[in-house]
């Protein structure tokens, strides 16, 4: 929320997710790959999220406009006085009005609720998916160490680093958040010996 993340193990982040760009908050990271919970800032409101859930078929987006939670399943467009929403199909997905935003229900998924209030987001898995994600939230394990853990499994040195190695490529980003990757020549003396590295 705002300028704060807390990972599901309870460690508390001090940063904002970066302008322009979907990150991944928390993912099944097991072979079943259920779902997939990806935020930004949103346009009109940098310090309230917009969120992109993915659950098998379903492409869920919520989103803040003029002040107002709004939301699509699959490209069609659900408004807050349209809910409650239930799936047709199974697995099923639920959507619910809450005194202050939404909220989607989804244990089939994996996904126990995910809590939208007003550009403000609260992921909890179920119990069967413990120490099965990872993302920006960690991996629900108890291992404070794991949660700056990245998509390479590299531990991150800090909390920016972390968040940035969880952002998509570049097709999720809007204008001038493209990553451009340089090669920059060092000449440098490196253990006594004169050295050319390109990094």
Same mark, same amino acid.
């Given at each position: 929320s705002e300028n704060q993340i807390t990972t599901l193990n309870g460690v508390k982040l001090a940063q904002t997710i970066p302008e322009g760009c979907y990150h991944i908050l928390a993912q099944d990271c097991s072979e079943e790959l259920k779902f997939m919970v990806l935020a930004k %800032?949103?346009?009109?409101? %940098?310090?309230?999220?917009? #969120?992109? &859930?993915?659950? =098998?078929?379903?492409?869920?987006?919520?989103?803040?406009?003029? =002040?107002?939670?709004?939301?699509? #399943?699959?490209? $069609? /467009?659900?408004?807050?006085?349209?809910?409650?929403?239930?799936? +047709? =199909?199974?697995? =099923? /997905?639920? &959507? &619910?009005?809450?005194?202050?935003?939404v909220c989607l229900i989804a244990p089939d998924f994996g996904i126990e609720n995910i809590n939208y209030d007003q550009g403000n987001v609260q992921v909890r898995p179920t119990l069967t998916m413990k120490g099965q994600l990872c993302g920006i939230c960690g991996r629900n394990d108890d291992q404070m160490v794991e949660? +700056?853990?990245? %998509?390479?499994?590299? /531990?991150?040195?800090?909390?920016?680093?972390?968040? $940035?190695?969880?952002?998509?490529?570049?097709q999720s980003c809007t204008e001038g958040c493209n990553l451009k990757h340089t090669l920059v020549k060092l000449e440098e003396e490196i253990y006594g010996e004169k050295s050319k590295c390109y990094n």
């Open positions: %800032p949103s346009k009109d409101e %940098p310090t309230k999220n917009d #969120i992109n &859930i993915q659950l =098998g078929h379903y492409d869920i987006n919520m989103y803040q406009k003029s =002040g107002a939670t709004e939301m699509t #399943i699959n490209g $069609h /467009v659900l408004t807050i006085d349209d809910l409650p929403y239930k799936s +047709f =199909g199974e697995p =099923g /997905v639920e &959507i &619910i009005k809450t005194e202050t935003g949660d +700056f853990r990245r %998509p390479d499994g590299s /531990v991150a040195k800090d909390a920016a680093s972390h968040i $940035h190695s969880w952002i998509l490529p570049s």
